[in-house]
């Protein structure tokens, strides 16, 4: 539907007038003045009718020509459509009707008939009457024509005038109701559609977004399979060469090609992680549970960062409370949880700094983040878990960045002269295999007051 047209145009009566507000005008039209009224829209439509049979149409409508005359007449009044000003239309009973335009904003609407009426200066039965039938008598006539209103001639033209005022009226504030509300149902019709193009431009973002990510994780994924073989090479050279196979190095060669092996090992480390990243977001890193003592992986993992914690000038304690007792869990990816937390502890702790281990049992309650599930959290039963814990006095992280950190390539300084080095891939690997095992890890920290990251990790569900 065109909206714009028809908001600023009045192209049908009935679309704007009042019904019932019309209805009720004619009526006391006709009771002021005991004249019928009708009225009718453009097309010729019957929109009002207030009238009651003249004792002369009675009359004249008990002879057959009689009753085809007055017909005729009537389809011939209804038929006027002046498009000027009023206009008269005789009767062969000598009585009147006066057809009236309705025009709004320039527009002919349709009109309004007044009559029958006798003009008041009328007084004889006229012979287009008599003429009809012979057995009409002229006394019977005279009289059915006397119990007709008379109306005088500045009367008529007055009292159509101030009906068609009162009928502007009524259109008026028709038109201005039909406005709020067409205007309404546009403004909500624009919404609609507003909402409806933006919803598509999100599912259209959203698709391209995450054709971008598979793309993605397709790449890093070949690239770093690809990267990975001649990388074993040259470590493998590199380890042979220093091992003097090809011959005794000098002090500078040694050096030299210790620099390559470690470099190579940093590059297969990120490879590594990387490719750990996809798999864990294809979800296909299966887990390996097997029985393990969580204090064990404490203290396996203070004696591996041990070495580079004494090079750097930190101190290590261990703190293990219980958590003896084996718990179903893959070791070496909690292994690897445990050591991407001591790194980042041990990297972002100053020289004389200290950083602490521990682990603890706990109890976990399913869903317990989730602030939708409350009822469940309720109702459900604790879980045995068990609680890692890695401290440092370090140099702390803005509680603005507590979420974010866990974010792939996310870190906090993340300028180009950054001091720590780092791809920001190790939390993001700790949050999934964290995880895919059913636990939670967060972190407690302020900046300059060190850090404490927590995992928590209750025992598979038996169910599940
Ligand atoms: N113990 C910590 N103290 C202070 N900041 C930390 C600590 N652990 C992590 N962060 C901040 O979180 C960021 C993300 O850590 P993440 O382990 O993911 O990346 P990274 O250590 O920079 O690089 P990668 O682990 O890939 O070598 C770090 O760059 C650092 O800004
Ligand atoms: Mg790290």
């Not at 192209?11 to 005008?25: C, I, M, Q, S, Y």
């Not at 006539?141 to 005038?161: F, N, S, W």
């Amino acid at each position: 539907m065109d909206t714009e047209l028809s908001l600023a145009d009045v192209a049908r009566l009935e679309d704007v007038v009042d019904r019932a507000a019309l209805a009720e005008v004619c009526r006391s039209f006709f009771e002021l003045f005991s004249l019928p009224v009708r009225v009718f829209s453009r097309d010729g439509t019957l929109l009002s009718d207030v009238h009651e049979e003249q004792a002369i149409c009675r009359y004249v409508n008990g002879f057959a020509p009689g009753r085809a005359a007055c017909s005729a007449l009537v389809g011939e009044v209804r038929a006027l459509d002046p498009e000027g000003g009023p206009v008269e239309h005789p009767c062969f009973t000598g009585a009147c009707y006066r057809v009236v335009p309705i025009h709004y904003q320039g527009r002919r609407l349709g009109r309004f008939v007044v009559g029958p009426y006798m003009p008041a200066e009328r007084r004889e039965v006229p012979r287009s009457l008599l003429v009809l039938d012979d057995r009409i008598d002229p006394r019977a006539a005279r009289d059915a024509l006397g119990e007709m209103p008379r109306v005088r001639q500045e009367t008529i033209e007055r009292i159509t005038e101030h009906l068609r005022r009162v009928l502007d009226l009524i259109l008026f504030s028709g038109h201005r109701a039909y406005l709020t509300s067409q205007m309404h149902v546009a403004s909500v019709r624009e919404s609609y559609r507003e909402l409806t193009e933006k919803t598509q431009r999100l599912q259209e973002a959203y698709d391209r977004l995450k054709e971008l990510d598979r793309l993605k994780s397709n790449f890093l994924a070949t690239v770093s399979h690809e990267l990975r073989t001649p990388l074993t090479s040259i470590i493998g050279y590199s380890d042979m060469l220093a091992s003097g196979i090809a011959g005794e190095l000098n002090g500078e060669q040694q050096e030299f090609v210790e620099t390559i092996r470690s470099k190579g090992d940093h590059l297969l480390a990120l490879i590594t992680s990387l490719l750990d990243l996809n798999k864990l977001e294809q979800g296909n890193l299966p887990l390996r549970r097997e029985p393990v003592a969580p204090s064990a992986l404490i203290d396996d993992l203070a004696k591996t960062v041990l070495p580079q914690a004494q090079k750097k000038g930190v101190k290590v304690e261990v703190d293990v409370q219980g958590a003896r007792d084996p718990m179903p869990l893959d070791p070496v990816r909690i292994k690897q949880v445990l050591f991407n937390l001591a790194e980042n502890a041990i990297k972002f702790t100053p020289k004389g700094g200290s950083v602490r281990f521990g682990v603890r049992a706990t109890e976990m309650v399913d869903g317990a983040d989730d602030e939708g599930a409350l009822g469940l959290v309720l109702m459900a039963a604790p879980r045995r878990a068990v609680e890692f814990w890695i401290s440092d006095s370090g140099i702390g992280i803005p509680s603005s960045e507590h979420q974010k950190i866990f974010d792939a390539f996310y870190q906090v300084d993340g300028s180009s002269t950054r001091e720590h080095g780092g791809t920001g891939l190790g939390l993001s690997i700790v949050k999934r295999l964290v995880d895919a095992h059913g636990g939670r890890v967060w972190v407690e920290s302020k900046p300059g007051e060190g850090a404490t990251f927590r995992v928590a990790i209750p025992e598979p569900d038996e169910l599940a």
